[in-house]
């Protein structure tokens, strides 16, 4: 499980998160939704250290992400994480993006990393381009490479970060099939996105953010069909 | 024009003059290697060094980026003979190319990283790879393809440069050119061979980093 | 070797009175480095330009310009120096180097020149052609203002090297400064005051130069 206890974040005099509560059990799939700047991607980052928070606690299967002691490398072993750029390693084959951590974090030998790897890269459809090198794929295959070299970690838990804003339309479908291909693979996720429409279809629960501040929490169908405060109802409005 | 060309003295002497472009090579490549050690350490310090580390890497840089190459040579040459530390030619010029190599190649080398984007360490970091396993294994691969031509420039910078060792008694191939042709008063003739071998080394060095760079990037 | 009562003395041997020499040593410097980097980009445009927009002068044209830069410019100095007495043209040693100095400026040059040119964007260029402008208006209004922005830095590093590769042109005996700091090294045995007044002044020339360059080409950036 996920724990946001009370959570602040700043960047200099801005506050970008206030006072965050938040429980993502496992097997979940939580989506969060709201307006650029209010604070979603940050969250997202302060789960798995990349930011610091400056109040509250982030508890990840009970262990205090933010805590001096806590060993960050064990940690985002089990956090999973997909950026918006995807950040394909472009000097390395599809591959080797895969295999590489597995084999250098988690002492893998060769053989298992690559089988592992092929595994993951043909559960999101990349099976053909195994030798292929990133630059050469479209932006919606890249994406799912990083989804792939992301799943080969294994991790319990995947955080997403508007994974499909970059991608030019024709692109999305495939990487929202992925993450759909997921939830049904039982992997708890928290998903940033601006897809509401799969928000709604694919997720237990809806989180919408509104200026640093969880605005409204509720199912996923309740929360877009008939939200409860006018802030959200403003929101959908000028999206849907 | 009555001037006669007299190619046997030249002609004779080619071995030497061979001889003494391996020793060019050399030169160039031993200053080479150490600058990229040297390179790669000032910029790392100018990068993410601390405050002390930072001034003594920029002082370096910017000595050897504004001053003339052959000062520095002579800095290595007067200025620690007045120590008593009188250096061989051959160290004189190692030692001046190698601190001018370093300096430049630690401002590609500097570039070179602060060209990669932030967000490739954050995803390397994401997989729960370390600081260390992240810059050798994703970082610096990446800085290597960026700086491969700047540094390619700079090796064949180094062998023009080498030339500079006839002004301090170093007998690589201008040094040696230099000798023979004072012997024999063929001074355009010799000049002009020589001028012909440096174009060729260059042009090898060029061709060689070429058909290298397509084995290293297949990307 | 002279010393007034007035002498001013840093270490034994090196005087005030050396000054003035060094001086007049550095004058000669900037003279022949001015006077080839002026004509020599002068040059290097033009020969820019025309790798740019002819094949025949990129394998002819580029492969000469090509010789200069793949040979040392002290054996160029010295090769051309001594073809002039076959000729039976007796050649000084100040017009030597200011020849073969400028020419391997406009090699240089050549190179940065094209660049600048082919950094301007094709669109802009095809907008001022379907205004109705000719091929030398678009070159002039459009392409060199442009261009010339993004050689800036490109060119300010050629300018400086070859004010610092002047210091070569002291092998055919011209005073410039390397050679006069060479002597005075010699005479007064105090290398590292002289080898420290001289670095010092090319510093104070190229430093200042590159950093504003630097500052400039930044502000362009967000252009």
């Not at chain 2, 840089?61 to 530390?85: D, H, I």
């Not at chain 2, 190692?94 to 954050?122: D, H, M, S, T, V």
């Amino acid at each position: 499980m996920i724990k946001l206890q009370s959570v602040d974040k700043s960047f200099g005099d801005l506050r970008v998160l206030k006072g965050i509560d938040l429980r993502v059990e496992k097997g979940e799939v939580l989506s969060v939704i709201g307006a650029s700047g209010s604070g979603k991607s940050t969250m997202l980052y302060c789960i798995n250290a990349l930011e610091k928070i400056q109040g509250g606690k982030i508890l990840v299967d009970g262990i205090d992400v933010h805590c001096a002691d806590t060993n960050v490398n064990k940690l985002r072993r089990e956090i999973g994480m997909v950026f918006q750029q995807w950040n394909s390693f472009p000097h390395l084959s599809v591959m080797d993006n895969v295999a590489l951590a597995p084999q250098i974090v988690l002492g893998k030998s060769k053989d298992e990393a690559y089988s592992l790897a092929e595994k993951h890269l043909k559960h999101v459809g990349l099976g053909d381009k195994l030798q292929t090198y990133p630059t050469r794929m479209s932006g919606g295959q890249q994406q799912r490479l990083a989804i792939a070299r992301a799943l080969a970690m294994e991790p319990s838990y995947m955080l997403f970060d508007e994974v499909t804003s970059a991608l030019d339309p024709e692109l999305v479908g495939e990487v929202l099939d992925t993450l759909r291909l997921l939830r049904e693979d039982g992997m708890t996720m928290i998903v940033v996105t601006h897809e509401i429409n799969f928000a709604r279809d694919v997720s237990d629960r809806i989180a919408f953010f509104h200026q640093g501040v969880i605005e409204e929490l509720a199912p996923a169908k309740d929360l877009v069909n008939n939200p409860q405060r006018e802030r959200t109802q403003q929101f959908l409005s000028k999206v849907l | 024009m009555d001037y006669t060309f007299h190619w046997r003295p030249v002609i004779k002497a080619l071995p030497d003059l061979f001889n003494a472009a391996l020793i060019t090579l050399e030169a160039a490549i031993l200053s080479m290697a150490i600058g990229i050690i040297i390179g790669l350490a000032l910029a790392m310090m100018r990068l993410y060094g601390n405050k002390t580390m930072y001034i003594f890497a920029t002082v370096w840089v910017e000595l050897a980026r504004n001053t003339p190459a052959l000062l520095q040579l002579f800095f290595f040459g007067f200025g620690l003979g007045a120590f008593g530390w009188h250096l061989s030619p051959f160290m004189i010029v190692l030692c001046g190319l190698a601190f001018n190599n370093a300096g430049y190649l630690a401002e590609n080398f500097r570039g070179g990283f602060q060209a990669i984007p932030k967000a490739q360490y954050n995803a390397a970091r994401c997989l729960g790879m370390s600081a260390s396993q992240t810059y050798l294994r994703i970082i610096i691969p990446q800085v290597f393809k960026l700086v491969y031509y700047p540094m390619t420039n700079q090796m064949v910078w180094a062998v023009l440069m080498s030339s500079l060792g006839m002004l301090v008694g170093f007998r690589e191939l201008s040094g040696e050119t230099q000798f023979l042709a004072s012997n024999t008063f063929r001074l355009f003739e010799f000049f002009l061979v020589a001028a012909v071998f440096y174009y060729v080394l260059v042009k090898a060095i060029l061709v060689a980093a070429h058909l290298l760079s397509r084995r290293l990037f297949t990307y | 070797m002279s010393e007034s009562a007035s002498t001013i003395q840093f270490f034994t041997g090196f005087s005030v009175n050396d000054l003035p020499f060094l001086a007049q040593a550095a004058g000669g410097t900037l003279l022949i480095s001015i006077i080839s980097i002026s004509i020599g980009s002068i040059l290097g445009c033009l020969f820019g330009w025309a790798l740019y927009a002819s094949r025949y002068a990129r394998y002819i044209l580029g492969s000469i310009l090509d010789i200069f830069r793949s040979v040392p410019l002290i054996i160029q100095l010295l090769l051309f120096f001594n073809f002039f007495p076959i000729l039976g043209i007796p050649l000084e040693p100040f017009a030597a180097g200011c020849i073969v100095l400028t020419v391997y400026t406009s090699a240089l040059v050549a190179q940065v020149a094209r660049g600048g040119i082919e950094a301007v964007p094709e669109s802009m260029r095809r907008a001022s052609r379907s205004l109705g402008m000719s091929y030398f208006q678009d070159m002039r209004y459009v392409v060199w203002p442009i261009g010339a922005r993004a050689m800036l830095p490109a060119w300010t590093g050629v300018a400086l090297g070859v004010l610092k590769d002047s210091a070569l042109v002291s092998v055919l005996g011209y005073l410039e400064l390397l050679r006069a700091s060479q002597i005075l090294i010699t005479r007064t045995q105090e290398p590292f005051i002289i080898l420290a007044i001289v670095g010092a002044f090319y510093f104070a020339l190229s430093y200042p130069i590159g950093k504003i360059t630097a500052r400039l080409e930044q502000r362009w950036q967000y252009d």
